[in-house]
Structure formats: C-alpha cells, structure tokens
C-alpha cells in the first residue's frame, strides 16, 4: 500500500510505505500525487515513511521516478525520509541524485517522532 495525503495548511505532503508494494501500488500513487500537489505550494515540504515497508517490486522504480520529478516541479523544499532499517533503502538515496534538484534539502531519519522534530525545524 502506497497512502499519499496533503495538509495544505502545513504547505506538508506525506507519503507512506507499507507492507510489499507493487507495480499497481505505485500507479495508483503517481496519480493521486498528481491531484495532491495542486493544492500545495512551491516551497511544500514532503514526509516519505517507509517505516513498514516489507518489499517493493523492481518495476515500480519508473514510478517512483515520477513521483520524485513531479515533488520537483512543484517545487519541493524539503524531504524528510522515515527509514528505520538502511537496507530498505530501496534506492531512494541514488534516485534522488537525479530526479531533484540540487537546491532540496534530504534529511534521512530511522523514526517517525525524529522525522517529525525535523520537520518542524
């Protein structure tokens, strides 16, 4: 499951990980980020939790691409990553490199309450 919601008046988009994720998953959350992000603003910060995340297919990574591209365009400031164990990673880290630009600022945290205290800095 792939859960993506906005709090406009936080200018804050939360997207969670959770069980084994796969290819119809991550469609379905390029789509509903589509809607999501037109209700924040440039500048909107992103909370990614992949703290209950089992597995994710190989074949979602051209989504997750996307995802990434389309926080870009908007115009994200700020991504906060929940990754509590280093080796689901899953690739984030790399992707990043790519698909947003230089000006974004990436903090990785292993909780949720750590993600949080980030955030509100």
Same mark, same amino acid.
């Given at each position: 499951?792939?859960?993506?919601?906005?709090?406009?008046? /936080?200018? %804050? &988009?939360?997207?969670?990980?959770? $069980?084994?994720?796969? #290819?119809? @998953?991550?469609? *379905?959350?390029?789509?509903?980020? /589509?809607? %999501? &992000?037109?209700?924040?603003?440039? $500048?909107?910060?992103? #909370?990614? @939790?992949?703290? *209950?995340?089992?597995?994710?297919?190989?074949?979602?990574?051209p989504?997750?691409?996307?995802?990434?591209?389309?926080?870009?365009?908007?115009?994200?400031?700020?991504?906060?990553?929940?990754?509590?164990?280093?080796?689901?990673?899953?690739?984030?880290?790399?992707?990043s490199l790519?698909?947003?630009?230089?000006?974004?600022?990436?903090?990785?945290?292993?909780?949720?309450?750590?993600?949080?205290?980030?955030?509100?800095?």
């Amino acid at each position: 499951m792939v859960q993506a919601e906005a709090d406009t008046s /936080k200018n %804050l &988009l939360r997207v969670t990980y959770a $069980g084994s994720i796969g #290819l119809e @998953d991550t469609r *379905r959350a390029v789509e509903d980020l /589509k809607g %999501l &992000l037109t209700g924040l603003a440039p $500048g909107f910060r992103l #909370l990614t @939790d992949l703290s *209950r995340l089992e597995r994710m297919d190989l074949a979602c990574v051209p989504d997750m691409e996307k995802m990434m591209d389309l926080c870009d365009c908007k115009g994200v400031e700020t991504v906060v990553r929940v990754i509590p164990d280093p080796q689901k990673d899953i690739g984030f880290n790399i992707l990043s490199l790519f698909h947003y630009s230089r000006q974004v600022r990436i903090i990785t945290c292993q909780t949720l309450p750590e993600a949080l205290e980030a955030l509100a800095a």
